[in-house]
C-alpha cells in the first residue's frame, strides 16, 4: 500500500526556522497529525490540523495543509537544541478507526 | 497522575522462545495498540483493541498476538522469537473519542533483541 513519506533527516543551526515536510496518502483524512520523539522516550503530540484547514499556528510551530496535493509541512521558527527529535506525520489508517498510520520519521538535528 | 508503562524496557532472548511484553494504562481508556518501531520502516502497527475482548489485526501482526481481559492490560506475546522480531515495541492508548484528535498516549518502550 501507500505510504506516508517524510524526509528522513534535516540539520539546522538554532536560532533558524526548520521546515519537516510530508505527504500522506488519503485525501479524505480528517485529521493529520505531528508527533514528536525525543531520544529514548515514546511519542508525545506536538500538535493537529483538521482537514478543513490550511494553516495552524501554535507558538513556534506553524502547520500547513496542501490538500490538492496531500501535503503537510510542519515550521519550527527560532528552532532550539531542544527541538532535536524524531518527527513523525501521521493520518487516520483507512482501515481503522482510532488508528493512526505514521510516516517513517524526520530526525531534526539542531547545533548550536 | 494516570500513566501507561512497559515491561521490561529492556530483554534478550533466544529464537523460538515465547515473550511476552507487557503494557498496563490508568487512564480507563478503550483503546490500546501496540507499535514496533524499526530504522527505515518507522512505525508499524501490529494489533490494537477497542475494549475488552475486542482484538484486531494490523499492518504486521504475524507472529505476535494479543488478549484484552480487562481494560487496563494488553500483553503482547510473540509466540515464537525470531530475528526479525528485534525491534523496540510501543503501547499505546487513547480514548473512544480519540480518533477527533487522534492523541494516542505512548509507553516509553520496550526493546527486544532476539539472538
Known amino acids: 500500500g501507500e505510504d506516508v513519506e517524510q524526509s528522513l533527516f534535516l540539520s539546522v543551526r538554532e536560532g533558524d526556522s526548520s521546515v519537516i515536510n510530508c505527504t500522506y496518502t488519503?485525501?479524505?483524512?480528517?485529521?493529520l497529525y505531528w508527533y514528536k520523539q525525543e531520544p529514548g522516550a515514546g511519542l508525545q503530540l506536538l500538535t493537529y490540523?483538521?482537514?478543513?484547514?490550511d494553516m495552524k499556528q501554535d507558538q513556534r510551530l506553524t502547520v500547513l495543509l496542501n490538500k490538492k496535493d496531500k501535503h503537510l509541512s510542519l515550521r519550527i521558527a527560532d528552532t532550539q537544541t531542544g527541538d532535536s527529535a524524531i518527527y513523525f506525520c501521521?493520518?487516520?489508517?483507512?482501515?481503522?478507526?482510532?488508528?493512526?498510520?505514521f510516516g517513517k520519521g524526520t530526525m531534526l538535528l539542531v547545533s548550536p | 497522575d494516570a500513566e501507561i508503562t512497559q515491561s521490561p524496557r529492556h530483554k534478550i532472548t533466544e529464537t523460538g522462545r515465547q515473550v511476552t511484553l507487557a503494557c498496563h494504562q490508568t487512564?480507563?481508556?478503550?483503546?490500546m495498540f501496540w507499535y514496533r518501531q524499526d530504522l527505515g520502516h518507522g512505525l508499524r502497527l501490529i494489533h490494537y483493541?477497542?475494549?475488552?475482548?475486542?482484538?484486531n489485526k494490523g499492518e504486521v501482526s504475524d507472529g505476535y498476538s494479543v488478549s484484552r481481559s480487562n481494560t487496563e492490560d494488553l500483553p503482547l506475546t510473540l509466540e515464537s522469537a525470531a530475528s526479525s522480531q528485534t525491534s523496540v515495541y510501543f503501547c499505546?492508548?487513547?480514548?473512544?473519542?480519540?480518533?477527533?484528535?487522534?492523541?494516542?498516549?505512548f509507553g516509553e518502550g520496550s526493546r527486544l533483541t532476539v539472538l
Open positions: 487512564w480507563n481508556h478503550n483503546n
Open positions: 499505546a492508548s487513547s480514548e473512544s473519542s480519540g480518533f477527533l484528535t487522534g492523541e494516542l498516549f
Open positions: 490540523i483538521f482537514s478543513n484547514m
Open positions: 488519503d485525501s479524505s483524512s480528517t485529521y
Open positions: 483493541s477497542y475494549g475488552v475482548q475486542d482484538t
Open positions: 501521521a493520518e487516520v489508517a483507512p482501515s481503522g478507526y482510532s488508528t493512526l498510520t
